[in-house]
């Protein structure tokens, strides 16, 4: 597919200053298209037989300059077009040229993206986005580069230094996963061109490595249930990981965050802090009798993590990360003390929730098994998608 390009002024069109336009005219089969440079110059100076300005036109230099560089980009944009083989029209390719890419190294991307995740109060992803930063920042020294120099090969290379500095399978892939995050926000924002996208070929989903199971078998759910507690952050541990299990496998975050005006009509009604899907699940005997333990006319939470005190965002997730780690060092000593097979955390509350509900016969249309799934969105989808009457019977089964 070839197409010819040049320079001519417009003599059809008279400005208002009294000058034609020069115009770009993209000839190609045949048809003709017409782009203004952006400059015009009086008729008298242009000598239109060679299409170029007379010796005597004022800025004669500057002008050749202009029209040699705006001929030079139409003209490698159509040797790149070839190069990889790409069909183009005379429209496809002005858009090219008119629209170029626009300049933002990926240090400054990262920094924009964390900052931005940080007025969205989105705090714990401006963590994960500053911690993948630095990484990134360590293996290449600076981050003075583009978008468009992260190829392939420098991919291998950040994968191999992740290696040596003794980097998990999971932990490499979780940066991996948020280094192309970024990259498509680039794309998207037209720093740099879609066809430099490297991870068509670096397949990020081989950083993988599949966690043992956290699920525990019902009758440990017991064993735990029905412990007694000899200090107040044991007992809390405890209702913590039974308010869980029995609730849909609610996670601790969310367990934090969770107010006495999320109960609506004898049901458990909040948006998810990860995901934002609206769970709705009936409330169960026992957790009806752990809300009721803990509520408190001074505090609008259902457990005693957050208060009024906490009133931004940092100081919750700061709450929340201080008493998660108390909480899972007691449910780790209770799981020793309970003989148990496996790590005790809040988590693994999760998990037996879904799994208990599989091995009763429960569809796993219905409840998945939370981590055996590629998606958590997924599992959330179901749960949200199915009637109040289905969800009410499956978690029946719990006990």
Known sequence: MTASISVICYKYKTLSNGENPLMVRISQNGKRKLVSLGI???????????????PNCPNKEQIEILITNKLNEFNNQIIEFKSENKDFTAKTLIEKVSKPVKRMNVNDLFLQEIAQLKKEERI?????????????????????????????????????????????ENTIGFKFRTLRTMYNIAIKEGYVKAEFYPFKE??????????????????NVKKIVTTSANNAYKELAIDLF???????????????????????????????KKTKKLIQLPLQSKAIEIINKYKSPNNPYIFPILSN??????????????VIGKVNKHLKALGVELELDKKL???VARHSFSTTLKRSGVSTSLICEALGHSSEKVTQIYLDSFENDQIDEAMSNLL
């Open 345 to 347: 955390t809040t988590y």
């Open 40 to 54: 015009s110059v009086n008729h008298k100076f242009w000598n239109f037989e060679k299409q170029k300005p007379k």
């Open 309 to 322: 005190f906490h009133k931004t965002e940092q100081q919750k997730i700061n709450r929340i990360h201080k």
């Open 202 to 219: 670096y397949k990020v989903a081989k950083l993988h490595e599949d966690t043992p199971k956290r699920a525990i078998v019902k009758d």
């Open 242 to 272: 039974t308010f869980s299990y029995f609730m849909g496998g609610i996670n601790f975050t969310d367990m934090a965050r969770i107010k006495h005006d999320n109960i609506i009509d004898g049901r458990l009604a909040y948006k998810r």
């Open 124 to 168: 714990r992803y401006a963590e994960c986005h500053d911690y993948v930063y630095k990484s990134l920042l360590k293996f290449n020294k600076h981050l003075d580069i583009y978008f468009s120099d992260i190829d392939v090969q420098w991919l291998k290379k950040y994968e191999a230094w992740l290696r040596s500095q003794g980097n998990s």
